[in-house]
């Protein structure tokens, strides 16, 4: 029996290494416990039987209309079992209760994000992100593959 719900300080650690166990294949952005702390009231998070983090994401305010999601993890034990799909809701639903009006995220996932409302985009629709890029690591604007998604909530 999982749950998705808000996140506290406990749970810090465990967002940050599972968010940062996919960094390295270049999956998420590396992510500090200073990150989590400083956006701790942005992250949902799914959470097993004993209340355990086992999946995570986040929203990432660009300006008051947009945000990008980010962070956004599941266990690799629990994969595959609509967790993901079900975090991007939750991630839909606060940026809604947020007043966000559009939201985009960069990731290999395509099926995922377009079976859950969102359309690819181009990058440049968004140069606040290359810009954060730039400073935080440009290796994701290197990698081909990788797709802008948009959905907008109005
Ligand atoms: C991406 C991730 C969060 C998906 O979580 P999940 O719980 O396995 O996803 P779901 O079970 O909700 O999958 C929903 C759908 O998306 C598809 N999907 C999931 N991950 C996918 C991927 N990487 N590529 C393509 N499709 C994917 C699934 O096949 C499924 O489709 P279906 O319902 O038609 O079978 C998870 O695989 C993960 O943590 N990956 C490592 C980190 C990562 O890539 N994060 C994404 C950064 S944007």
């Known amino acids: 029996m999982t749950r998705i719900t808000s996140a506290n ?22 992510r ?3 990150f989590a702390a400083n956006h701790l009231g942005d992250y949902r998070v799914l959470r097993d039987a004993t209340g355990g983090v086992v ?5 990432d305010e660009y300006s008051p209309s947009v945000a990008e999601v980010i962070s956004l993890a599941v266990e690799q ?3 595959g079992l609509g967790h993901g799909r079900a975090l991007i809701a939750a991630a839909v639903e606060l940026a809604r209760s947020r007043g966000y009006i559009e939201l985009f ?4 996932s395509d099926d995922l994000f377009l079976s859950s409302g969102f359309e690819r985009v181009p990058l440049t ?30």
Do not use: W
């Open 9 to 30: 300080e406990t749970d810090i650690p465990m967002l940050v290494s599972l968010n940062n166990r996919f960094s390295a294949s270049g999956l998420t952005l590396a």
């Open 32 to 34: 500090t416990p200073e």
């Open 55 to 59: 999946g995570c994401v986040a929203l």
């Open 77 to 79: 034990d629990a994969q």
């Open 105 to 108: 995220s960069v990731s290999y």
């Open 125 to 154: 629709t968004y140069p606040e992100k290359i810009s954060r890029y730039v400073k935080v690591d440009k290796t994701e604007l290197e990698v081909g593959e990788k797709h802008c998604f948009a959905r907008r909530l109005a």
